[in-house]
Structures are given as C-alpha cells and as structure tokens.
C-alpha cells in the first residue's frame, strides 16, 4: 500500500511562518498535492508539484524532493484564516490518476 | 481554475432509503472522477474511480453494489447509496479533472445523515 506520513497538528502565530512536512513512500510517484480543508467543507487545491523544486504561489510554497520521498508545504504570514486542515496527497500511477492521502495537518493560527 | 460542482450539499435520509449524489464538471469535460468519503477528523479514503462510458472501479473493500456509481457524460457522476443505513452516514466527496491536474478539484462534498 502507500504510506504518507505529515505531522497531526502545529500551532503557529499570526503573521509567523509554518512548515508542514510531508513523507511519503508509493509504490510508484506521478505528482503530489497539497490541499486546504476547513472543517466541514471539501478540499480545496493549493499546490502540485512533479519536479524537484519549490513552487511559489503568493503566500504558499509547496517543495518536493523525490529522491527523498520528501514534499513540505510553507505558510507565510499566516493569517487567522489559514486554521485548517492541510492535507498531502500523492498520485502513484500515470495510469489510474488515484490520489492517496495522508492524515492532514490541523494548523492553529493564534493571535 | 476549473470548477467541479456537487448536489447535494447536505441531505438527511431515512434507514432503508436511497440516495443519489451528483458530480459536475462544470467548466471541462473529465473522462475520470473520484469519490472518496470522509469521517470526522479523518482523512479522504477512495471508494472509486468513475469512468466515463465504462464501468466503476471500486476500491477493496467498497460495496459496488450498495454504492452505485454511473458516469454516463463528460461531465457527470452520481453516487446513489443504496438501502443506506447508519454506518453510512458520512462526508461524500467527489473530484475531477484531466491531464497534469487530474484528480486535483473536489465538489462542495455531500454530507449524508442516516436516521
């Protein structure tokens, strides 16, 4: 089966920047996603990376290194807004599209 | 970005009954969508994938034939729980896309109450 991990919950303050880690270890990698869900609702897409590197979209960051089963999501100036779930999600095959995710990091944005 | 729209968004059902979800790619034709389902404080698990004009994937352990999934446009998909009891209740969550992002747009979700 697939195995990614990402930590349960992390506590930041406003304004301040959180890193939320994210391993993973898939049979095989065709991309990973990062999603914001607060509670009740669906997801919402922020990130998909495929390639090593960072991809930077305003606020958030989403980095990935394959050969280090590695993805990390970064939160800059956190805004009370952002208390959320965030959840990894990797696709192991080109063939079949299927999404596997982690648990989700509940982020707690405090004034 | 693309839109993918999902009715109802809440629905509150008795024992025994039959509900019917649907799944909306409002902006894009999607050959492929996904239903997971969710319980409080617990991540997506996949229950299937639907296919367009062929039949449903289900995952091990998902009941095909209590969970009956047609995908029968480009841009359609419906969820009917069949004889729902309450076990079932739960968040139902559908996504879609293609190509590069396939898979990335979730519906509103569904949240289904079994009385």
């Known amino acids: 089966g697939q195995n990614i991990d990402q930590p349960t919950e992390m506590t930041a303050t406003e304004g301040a920047i959180v890193q939320i880690n994210c391993t993973y270890q898939t049979s095989g990698f065709n991309g990973l996603f990062w999603y914001q869900q607060h509670a009740g609702e669906a997801p919402t897409f922020l990130s998909y990376?495929?390639?090593?590197g960072l991809e930077e979209k305003g606020r958030f960051s989403s980095f990935l290194s394959r050969s280090k089963g590695y993805s990390y999501l970064l939160l800059k100036e956190l805004q009370m807004k952002d208390s959320a779930s965030y959840l990894c999600?990797?696709?192991?095959?080109?063939?079949?599209?299927?999404?596997?995710f982690g648990a989700g990091t509940t982020v707690t944005v405090r004034a | 970005g693309a839109v993918v729209s999902q009715h109802p968004s809440r629905v509150i059902c008795k024992s025994g009954t039959s509900v019917k979800i649907e799944c909306r790619s409002l902006d894009f034709q999607a050959t492929t969508m996904f239903w997971y389902r969710q319980f409080p404080k617990q991540s997506l698990m996949l229950m299937a994938t639907s296919n367009e004009g062929s039949k449903a994937t289900y995952e091990q352990g998902v009941e095909k034939d209590k969970f009956l999934i047609n995908h029968a446009s480009l841009t359609l998909s419906t969820l009917t729980v069949t004889s729902a009891h309450p076990e079932d209740s739960s968040f139902y969550i559908c996504s879609a896309g293609q190509g590069r992002s396939l898979g990335a747009f979730f519906g509103q979700g569904t949240r289904l109450t079994v009385v």
């Open positions: 999600a990797v696709r192991a095959s080109s063939n079949d599209y299927k999404l596997s």
């Open positions: 990376n495929v390639l090593d």
